[in-house]
């Protein structure tokens, strides 16, 4: 399978927990988005990376969000601290620059307990 | 989100066609898309449109674009069971460095 592939797909954790989140991209993918899905809405912008820069973070993640993307290939969204109010589906794409195809992962859904 | 709006349900009987509608606020959309998520999954792009067309076919998908209302439909032909799922349309702009705005989905619902 040549698609965006997140892990873990569900996570269950206690509320001050640490949880970590990988997407690996379509390979060549120079761009990796995160967004983060609530029931309900439709997903909102985290941050997003051209290779292994962190263009850009919403105002969203607060700093208890951190996401690395160390060598331009997979990437890492953790979440330090986390609350209830972080549970949520967390969604991975990437696309090819600017072309306009933007292709999603299945997502990680996170419940904190 | 606040920039892309949709209406949140709509109900359609098993091979009729469906029509979902989408308007949006910022004029300098250049890609505007539509992506289907069925439940517990993540979002399948399904087409999308580049601001300088103002329609695309593919298969049994037909986009429309108005761009001077700042509309987009998408309709779905000979609507099937297997297309029950939330349909999400979304836009980007260079002037938002290519970032998607989504509108909160609208849920439709196939009736045999």
């Known amino acids: 399978d040549t698609g965006v592939s997140q892990n873990p797909r569900h996570k269950i954790t206690k509320r001050g927990q640490n949880v970590t989140f990988r997407c690996d991209p379509i390979s060549e993918h120079n761009r990796l988005y995160w967004y983060r899905q609530t029931l309900g809405q439709g997903p909102e912008f985290l941050t997003y990376f051209q290779n292994e820069a962190q263009l850009e973070k919403s105002r969203l993640l607060s700093d208890r969000f951190s996401a690395e993307r160390p060598k331009g290939s997979f990437s890492t969204l953790e979440i330090q601290r986390t609350e209830q109010g972080d549970s949520a589906m967390y969604l991975c794409a990437s696309s090819a620059g600017t072309s306009g195809e933007l292709f999603f992962g299945e997502g990680s859904r996170l419940t904190v307990l | 989100g606040e920039d892309v709006e949709q209406s949140l349900f709509l109900s359609v009987r098993e091979g009729d066609s469906s029509v979902i509608n989408c308007t949006y606020t910022?004029?300098?959309?250049?890609?505007l898309y539509w992506y289907k998520q069925e439940p517990g999954a993540g979002l399948q792009l399904l087409t999308y449109i580049f601001s300088n067309m103002d329609m695309k076919q593919d298969q049994r998908l037909t986009v429309l674009l108005n761009k001077k209302d700042k509309h987009l439909s998408l309709r779905i032909a000979d609507t099937q069971t297997g297309d029950s799922a939330i349909y999400f349309c979304a836009e980007t702009s260079m002037s938002n460095d290519y970032k998607l705005s989504f509108g909160a989905g609208t849920t439709v619902t196939v009736r045999a």
């Open positions: 910022d004029s300098s959309s250049t890609y």
